[in-house]
């Protein structure tokens, strides 16, 4: 078995990766913000929906997609830590109208009072249990939203149309910090052990997108990897915790 190689090194900060899908649906990825934040898109141009994961810098994503037409009507947040939801306020004054979805979870009023979190009104929630998954769709997009809460509550992953969205869950080569206000190391390592079920059914050379571009093991810096170097190489996918929680 392959690993299904599929990686393209280090993105300028918001220059587009641009793909087209068997199914018609495009799916854009961009690095942006000092954090090397990993943003991702799905498009269906046919009906003029575009759902974007995390959007950082919102005038830079609202500019490239007027150039081909095209505007954000959905924002998808992984989590609501401040670094992920950065674009949220602009793409609101940009974007008025634009559905706004986390999972229910991810509201934290006690927590808001810590600098890592910003509040987000969000328009719509996923409301799923733990370590299980749902399916969001609009258009002919259509992703399996997975609730995997540890690094921050009401964390989600996304994946479909070639991509596993893992957010702070995983990086390339390791996996979100367990060590900030509302993190859960036990919840961070039962949705690794459930998001490693999940890329075990998933086809080799899907793109696995982390929240942020770190080191790989060969001390490069890729935007993502392939779910197939991931289950071998990502020490948190390989980790003997794993094993030991039965």
Same mark, same amino acid.
Not at 40 to 62: K, L, Q
């Given at each position: 078995?392959?690993?299904?190689?599929?990686?393209?090194? *280090?993105?300028?900060?918001?220059?587009?990766?641009?793909?087209?899908?068997?199914?018609?649906?495009?799916?854009?990825?961009?690095?942006?913000?000092?954090?090397?934040?990993?943003? !991702?898109?799905?498009?269906?141009?046919?009906?003029?929906?575009?759902?974007?994961?995390?959007?950082?810098?919102?005038?830079?994503?609202?500019?490239?997609?007027?150039?081909?037409?095209?505007?954000?009507?959905?924002l998808l947040y992984t989590h609501t830590h401040r670094d992920?939801?950065?674009?949220?306020?602009?793409?609101?004054?940009?974007?008025?109208?634009?559905?706004?979805?986390?999972?229910?979870?991810?509201?934290?009023?006690?927590?808001?009072?810590?600098?890592?979190?910003?509040?987000?009104?969000?328009?719509? !929630?996923?409301?799923?249990?733990?370590?299980?998954?749902?399916?969001?769709?609009?258009?002919?997009?259509?992703?399996?939203?997975?609730?995997?809460?540890?690094?921050?509550?009401?964390?989600?992953?996304?994946?479909?149309?070639?991509?596993?969205?893992?957010?702070?869950?995983?990086? !390339?080569?390791? *996996?979100?910090?367990?060590?900030?206000?509302?993190?859960?190391?036990?919840?961070?390592?039962?949705?690794?052990?459930?998001?490693?079920?999940?890329?075990?059914?998933?086809?080799?050379?899907?793109?696995?997108?982390?929240?942020?571009?770190?080191?790989?093991?060969?001390?490069?810096?890729?935007?993502?990897?392939?779910?197939?170097?991931?289950?071998?190489?990502?020490?948190?996918?390989?980790?003997?915790?794993?094993?030991?929680?039965?």
């Amino acid at each position: 078995m392959g690993d299904g190689c599929v990686r393209v090194l *280090m993105l300028r900060d918001g220059e587009f990766d641009k793909r087209v899908g068997g199914d018609g649906v495009e799916v854009w990825v961009t690095q942006m913000g000092g954090y090397m934040n990993m943003n !991702t898109a799905f498009i269906d141009r046919e009906s003029g929906i575009v759902a974007i994961v995390d959007p950082f810098d919102s005038e830079r994503w609202v500019e490239e997609l007027a150039q081909e037409g095209l505007s954000p009507t959905h924002l998808l947040y992984t989590h609501t830590h401040r670094d992920h939801v950065a674009g949220y306020s602009s793409m609101m004054s940009l974007v008025p109208g634009v559905e706004v979805w986390g999972h229910d979870e991810a509201r934290v009023p006690s927590l808001l009072g810590h600098v890592v979190f910003k509040k987000v009104d969000f328009t719509e !929630t996923w409301s799923n249990d733990p370590d299980t998954t749902v399916e969001w769709s609009a258009g002919s997009i259509s992703l399996g939203v997975t609730h995997s809460p540890g690094h921050a509550p009401g964390h989600v992953t996304l994946h479909g149309h070639g991509v596993y969205h893992a957010g702070d869950l995983l990086f !390339t080569n390791g *996996m979100g910090r367990v060590d900030l206000p509302g993190s859960d190391p036990r919840a961070q390592w039962m949705s690794i052990r459930n998001a490693k079920g999940i890329l075990m059914e998933l086809p080799r050379d899907w793109r696995l997108i982390p929240g942020h571009r770190y080191d790989w093991i060969d001390g490069t810096t890729p935007d993502w990897v392939s779910v197939g170097e991931a289950l071998q190489h990502n020490y948190a996918l390989n980790s003997p915790a794993l094993e030991r929680m039965g």
